[in-house]
């Protein structure tokens, strides 16, 4: 019997986790060797989106909350990271926990509003506060409104410039991003990550159970925006500049797009979604100028073909193969 | 005599201008089954939603094991041994037949919802569950997924959570509804078994089931209740003949 997606989501796979990581690891090293070198960036890049496509899926995947507001995380730490490397604050052991620390407190604040509704008012409410804040980054005239702020420099790390070195940077992202992985991981397969799941599946039992189902929500929440601001340091760092439209909620629907693709509650799965979104993306746009009229229903389709993104896949034909073998 | 662990007193509740619950007071104590029977409509499962948390009463008191617990949330009334089960069955179908019950055992252990340890290959939860499991006949089914299980494996799988629960007060909504005669009988003498040790509110349709296990019957009709005795002076209650049990059928 294949087990269904919510049956496979409480064991999360390490093996493709695993996989993946090693593969990043050599990036670099291939990049140098074929002198494609314009692969370090853009694959920091996806990283960091990768980063944030995760922690969305904690919530999404796992929760079942689909919250259409997560690109605003991204804005405010990056914004604070910006703001904080504009006015001579730009030390890495301060940006990026404070730049967790301010996106925590915000997906606290509007998860204790948000997480009091349920379905499409909850998609609306979240569509809400993340366009309160792209709004709210337009009017930073101090910190180039509409227009973005274009940083000075990067942080530093103890008065260093060391994440100026492309590698370095690339390595500290892939860092982040296996630790986040992991941290998830664990936290799906813990008891706390078990009475989630189950209150995606059936509210009233778990609250039935004596659980505080509203209090478990939100500690997921919370948990995510702050992995959701620790992608906005990296960003904010990697592209030098802030804008507005980190915050979109265009940014916001593709990252639950890149979730869908990769096999929404697979962790790893929002991991590869957004390798294969972003590539995609960059593929399709030096086609043609209207890539999107091809990339829309592209992801659509193959959405609706396997049944769960490309984790299903794998799983399913992992399965073919086991039952070719019996 | 003892104080009853539930006590209601005049509840009260309307859906539009319909009383679903009409001036309802029952006592259930302690070591006591105490059924409430009833047509269809007449607002049993109101009046549990109720007790529960689930639903908020108009008017009336509710007082468990010596407490106002009418503004508690339901999580914490659960918490406090009132537990339920659903005339719907309520399960977490896509988790096995053994993690809804280690569900159940992790909500009163020490640390409910700890981020870090692996839940599921937690032996002590997972031992504790089977033993739960094994009580109401589900112990080789425990690694299937719940939402395969038949409907009435889904009764029994409810039965074992709430037990998991270590219920003080246990409310049951017409457990045996759906049951075949074997799941029944077998829940039949499990609820025995439990019978002195765990207090009951016992909601039946089958009546063979009521009259062996209650040791009081509450008559519920239109949201009133009419009668309130032994199963034997029930039976004989020309009111409830009349409006229930219909003449000749007991
Ligand atoms: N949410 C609701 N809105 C309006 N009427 C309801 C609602 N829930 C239940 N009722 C009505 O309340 C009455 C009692 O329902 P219920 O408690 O389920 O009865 P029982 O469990 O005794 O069969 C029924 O007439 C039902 O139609
Ligand atoms: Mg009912």
Not at chain 1, 58 to 87: C, M, N, P, Q, R
Not at chain 1, 195 to 224: H, Q
Not at chain 1, 256 to 274: E, K, R, Y
């Amino acid at each position: 019997m294949i087990p269904s997606a919510g049956a496979a989501q409480a064991h999360p796979m390490q093996g493709p986790a695993i996989f993946l990581g090693s593969v990043l690891a050599l990036i670099p090293l291939a990049s140098v060797l074929t002198g494609q070198s314009h692969w370090v960036p853009l694959c920091t890049q996806i990283m960091i989106f990768a980063l944030a496509a995760l922690s969305l899926d904690l919530v999404l995947g796992i929760g079942g909350l689909v919250s259409f507001g997560h690109a605003a995380l991204i804005g405010i730490g990056a914004y604070t990271t910006g703001i904080l490397i504009k006015e001579g604050w730009g030390d890495t052991l301060l940006c990026l926990p404070l730049s967790m620390l301010v996106c925590a407190c915000f997906a606290y604040v509007t998860g204790l509003v948000a997480l009091k509704t349920r379905g499409v008012t909850f998609i609306m409410i979240t569509l809400a506060f993340g366009q309160m804040i792209y709004f709210a980054a337009q009017s930073l005239y101090r910190y180039g409104g509409d227009d973005g702020l274009t940083l000075p420099k990067r942080a530093t790390v103890l008065g260093q410039a060391f994440l100026n070195n492309k590698i370095v940077f690339y390595y500290l992202t892939l860092i982040c991003l296996l630790l986040c992985l992991f941290a998830v991981m664990r936290i799906v397969q813990s008891r706390f990550g078990r009475v989630l799941l189950g209150a995606r599946d059936n509210e009233i039992r778990m609250t039935a159970l004596g659980y505080d189902v509203f209090r478990v929500r939100l500690k997921a929440y919370t948990i995510s925006g702050m992995m959701a601001g620790l992608s906005g340091f990296l960003l904010a760092n990697q592209t030098e500049f802030v804008s507005p439209a980190f915050a979109s909620w265009q940014r916001s629907g593709d990252l639950i797009f890149m979730v869908i693709l990769g096999g929404v509650g697979s962790l790893w799965g929002a991991v590869a979604g957004a390798f294969a979104f972003m590539l995609l993306e960059e593929g399709l746009s030096g086609l043609t100028e209207n890539w999107k009229v091809i990339f829309g229903p592209l992801i659509i389709v193959f959405v609706l073909f396997s049944q769960g993104g490309l984790s299903r896949l794998l799983v399913l034909l992992h399965k073919d193969r086991g039952q070719g073998h019996g | 005599m003892a104080d009853p662990i539930l006590s209601v007193r005049n509840l009260q509740k309307h859906y539009g201008a319909i009383c679903v619950t009409n001036h309802v007071s029952l006592d259930v104590m302690p070591d006591e089954i105490h059924a409430v029977i009833g047509p269809n409509g007449a607002g049993k499962t109101t009046l549990i939603h109720q007790i529960t948390g689930h639903l908020k009463p108009d008017g009336g008191s509710l007082v468990y094991d010596g407490q106002n617990i009418a503004n508690l949330p339901m999580q914490r009334r659960a918490r406090m041994g009132l537990v339920r089960t659903f005339q719907i069955t309520s399960i977490v179908g896509s988790l096995t037949v053994l993690d809804n019950v280690a569900l159940a055992v992790q909500s009163i252990a020490h640390n409910p919802l700890d981020l870090w340890a692996n839940a599921y290959q937690d032996k002590a939860l997972n031992d504790q569950a089977l033993v739960y499991l094994d009580q109401v006949g589900l112990a080789e089914r425990h690694s299937v997924e719940a939402r395969h299980l038949s409907h009435g494996e889904k009764r029994a799988l409810e039965i074992a959570m709430a037990l998991a629960l270590k219920p003080k007060l246990l409310l049951l909504d017409e457990p045996m509804a759906g049951m075949g005669h074997d799941e029944t009988q077998r829940l039949l003498s499990l609820l025995q078994r439990f019978k002195g040790q765990i207090a009951m509110l016992l909601v039946e349709h089958d009546m063979d089931a009521v009259f062996s296990l209650a040791d009081r019957v509450s008559v519920l009709v239109d949201g009133e209740v009419i009668a309130c005795a032994t199963p034997a002076l029930v039976r004989q209650d020309p009111r409830v003949r009349a409006a229930y049990l219909g003449d000749g059928d007991v």
